[in-house]
């Protein structure tokens, strides 16, 4: 009996020795796989956010673009640290393919630009056909080069302003597309992967663009590329800074309650600082209106009975 007993032991080991050998293999298999997958959707989504980017870029944005490339390898300026970095944070907002010092020269070169144009269609080339030119043109070329100086200087910020506005209009949904993956999946860059997919521009590339910023390595981790993105919003929508932090904090809550409840209460916050906005609007147009009303109703009413 024994040495039946032992037949038995020996090839119960062999047989769970095979099967142990041929879990590990599809166990690394599997890993594998993984690693591979990852792989592919880290270049997948680099790639997304370049194609988006070229896609969904306004026409007038790539125009302005290339203009900066071209001035700044014509004229390369010297930009003042304080400049830079404000205009760094505008290239952030508005995703552009440019530099402080190609934006820069652009608004130095544009003028004499400008001005040698006018001054040579409607002073020089008169001169030489006519015999004769108005001053007047050469006067209003001037005018007109400082004032395409002012405003190349400005767009940068006219740019951020209107991306900006388009933007706020999706911070609600953007959270509630987090804040509905979260719930079933608790996994931070999948729920931002999630909201890159469904959003539409401009929100949806500022999405894909944290994606890309953690893939390129430019921040070693989506929270801290989150985290830097929503100094963007801290003065205009710090209501939706504080819900993605909520939402942040979900994840590594261990009580399940607990979780749904930080997810709960962003949506809440999100909602409710959304409708104070709306009524603070409404109030604030109630006099405009009613000054309207009564200049284009009331006074020629009044005015007919007199």
Not at 90 to 100: D, E, G, Q, S, V
Request: aromatic share 10%; proline share 4%.
């Amino acid at each position: 009996m024994n040495s039946n007993g032992d037949k038995e032991e020996k090839i119960i080991e062999k047989l769970r020795g095979k099967y142990e050998e041929r879990l590990k293999k599809q166990l690394l298999g599997e890993e594998e796989k993984t690693d591979k997958q990852e792989k592919k959707e880290s270049v997948v989504y680099s790639a997304a956010y370049e194609e988006f980017r070229k896609e969904y870029l306004p026409g007038h944005l790539s125009l302005y673009e290339r203009a900066c490339q071209i001035a700044e390898r014509l004229l390369r300026a010297n930009v003042s640290e304080k400049r830079r970095k404000k205009l760094l944070e505008l290239i952030r907002i508005t995703h552009l393919n440019a530099t402080p010092e190609g934006i820069t020269s652009l608004a130095l070169i544009a003028p004499f630009l400008v001005l040698g144009l006018i001054f040579l269609v409607a002073y020089l080339i008169p001169a030489l056909l006519l015999g004769e030119a108005s001053i007047f043109f050469l006067l209003a070329g001037m005018v007109l080069s400082l004032l395409s100086y002012y405003l190349l200087e400005k767009l940068p910020d006219i740019f951020a302003t209107t991306w900006k506005m388009r933007a706020s209009n999706q911070l609600v949904l953007a959270v509630f597309y987090l804040a509905t993956y979260l719930r079933h999946t608790p996994n931070l860059e999948k729920a931002v992967q999630f909201a890159a997919e469904h959003l539409l521009p401009p929100l949806g590339l500022d999405f894909k663009r944290l994606l890309w910023e953690v893939e390129s390595q430019k921040y070693s981790s989506l929270k801290e590329a989150i985290d830097n993105y929503l100094q963007l919003w801290k003065n205009d929508a710090p209501e939706f800074v504080e819900a993605i932090h909520l939402l942040e904090a979900s994840v590594y809550e261990a009580a399940e309650e607990r979780r749904l409840n930080a997810l709960d209460k962003s949506l809440d916050l999100m909602l409710e600082e959304t409708y104070e906005k709306m009524l603070h609007y409404s109030h604030s147009l109630k006099g405009p209106i009613t000054m309207i009303h009564m200049l284009g109703i009331v006074l020629p009413l009044s005015l007919i009975h007199i």
